[in-house]
């Protein structure tokens, strides 16, 4: 079936028409004329897979990874293109979606395309006596690519996968599943994370891991159970150290932290811009290992911070000290839980940064009936933000857009969206 590509929608989805009839293929850039096969037809869309591309758009490039179309599809993109093809998405989002006709939304590109991860996790293939990293395929529960490298992860973190899969080869230990590693900029540091089968690390494991702490700048080294979800630290501490815009954080290997350090740093720029000198009291209602809390700390008179994990918890507290901060009030359990208590108590400004699931409507209805002054809602993902403002219109309004490319060659988007609360009649 053969399509003339009009524009990409999220989350990456290529749209052409067929006798009329919407069709969503894998791959395709505005303008170009693909070649696709019918995965699956629906009553009000094809659903596609482009096979070759025919005629193609002066804005496509060849990708980086063997294996991109898993975890950067848009690598085929050139950056500017990347860039407005996302802007475009989000200013759908607000003007169809929500039908804004006047809203301000602000682009903020990533300063690096490639190599900004700083976080990699891969599955550990063990066949034939080899340990081969992969990608899980998205959309399949057991199916996976093996990788190389990967082009969007910092090269400390491919350097530290590759000789660990060579080390496990050399060992022939097959017990390790999984692997997670993340980097810190700021200290040129290294935390690995080794899942593995059994319930203990094996003398293997720990011999491998004393080798790559000789190798490599480690921070720490822990493995953790499949079985039991338990973590024993086999080299170093477990934690990781970055300095973000002057403020220092700890976090372990599975703590939320963005993976993206420089367009974080322009966030807190962009939003501490956004609120002012003098904001007054903030109420953090997901404030993982307290980002957001510390960084805003400054100008706030207090900020009150909400965490439902208490391995982040830990870390939070661990920030504050590090950061010197007297003025932070932590708050352990579920944003659902808190939410009304702390929201009755009027803060100033409130600041929600959910999973991609987005707000419980327990959240939604509690903001809406002690709406603070403003509400800042980062999301990552546009679609459940939609559906959450859409709800939150009942108290507030929109002031003002941002949206970062956290994820260049991906079609992921995060939204910093600024609200402030309705004047009453």
């Known amino acids: 079936m053969r399509l003339s590509i009009e524009k990409i929608i999220y989350p990456g989805k290529s749209l ?7 069709v969503l293929t894998d791959e395709g850039l505005p303008g170009e004329t693909v070649e696709t096969s019918i995965v699956s037809e629906k009553k009000n869309f094809i659903q596609a897979q482009t096979q070759e591309v025919l005629t193609a758009s002066a804005d496509r490039i060849a990708p980086r990874c063997a294996h991109y179309r898993i975890c950067g599809p848009y690598q085929y993109i050139q950056p500017a293109a990347h860039v407005a093809i996302k802007h475009a998405q989000v200013q759908e989002f607000f003007t169809h979606g929500l039908r804004l006709t006047n809203i301000d939304i602000i682009s903020r590109p990533s300063p690096e395309m490639w190599q900004y991860r700083n976080k990699l996790q891969v599955h550990l293939l063990h066949h034939d006596g080899q340990c081969v990293p992969a990608y899980h395929v998205p959309g399949t529960h057991d199916q996976f690519a093996p990788i190389e490298r990967c082009a969007l992860a910092a090269a400390p973190l491919n350097a530290l996968v590759t000789q660990a899969a060579a080390l496990l080869t050399a060992k022939q230990e097959s017990s390790v599943l999984q692997l997670t590693a993340r980097h810190s900029r700021s200290q040129d540091k290294l935390l690995l994370g080794l899942q593995g089968e059994n319930a203990a690390a094996s003398a293997n494991v720990h011999a491998i ?17 499949a079985r039991t979800s338990r973590g024993t630290v086999l080299a170093g501490t477990n934690q990781l150290e970055e300095v973000v815009n002057g403020k220092c954080f700890g976090f372990g290997i599975d703590s939320f932290f963005q993976i993206n350090i420089p367009l974080l740093e322009q966030l807190a720029r ?36 909400v965490e439902v994990s208490p391995e982040d918890m830990a870390f939070l507290q661990n920030n504050i000290q590090a950061n010197h901060l007297s003025h932070i009030n932590l708050r352990p359990g579920s944003a659902e839980h808190w939410a009304q208590s702390l929201l009755k108590q009027a803060p100033d400004i409130a600041l929600v940064d959910p999973p991609r699931r987005g707000l419980d409507e327990r959240i939604c ?61």
Request: charged content about 15%; proline content about 6%; hydrophobic content about 45%.
């Open 270 to 305: 962009d939003l501490q811009a956004t609120l002012g000198n003098n904001p007054g009291s903030l109420l953090d209602l997901y404030a993982g290992v307290g980002t957001f809390g510390i960084l805003l700390a400054a100008v706030c008179r207090s900020v009150t911070a």
């Open 16 to 22: 052409g028409r067929h006798v009329g009839k919407v």
């Open 365 to 425: 209805g509690a903001l809406n009936k002690y709406p603070p002054q403003r509400l800042v809602y980062i999301s990552c993902d546009p679609a459940t933000l939609l559906r959450d403002l859409k709800l939150l219109s009942e108290k507030f309004l929109i002031r003002q857009v941002f949206w970062y490319d956290f994820f260049p060659q991906t079609p992921h988007i995060e939204t910093m969206a600024i609200l402030e609360r309705q004047a009453t009649a």
């Open 209 to 225: 891991a004393a080798e790559l702490a000789r190798q490599f700048p480690i921070s720490g080294i822990i493995y953790q159970s």
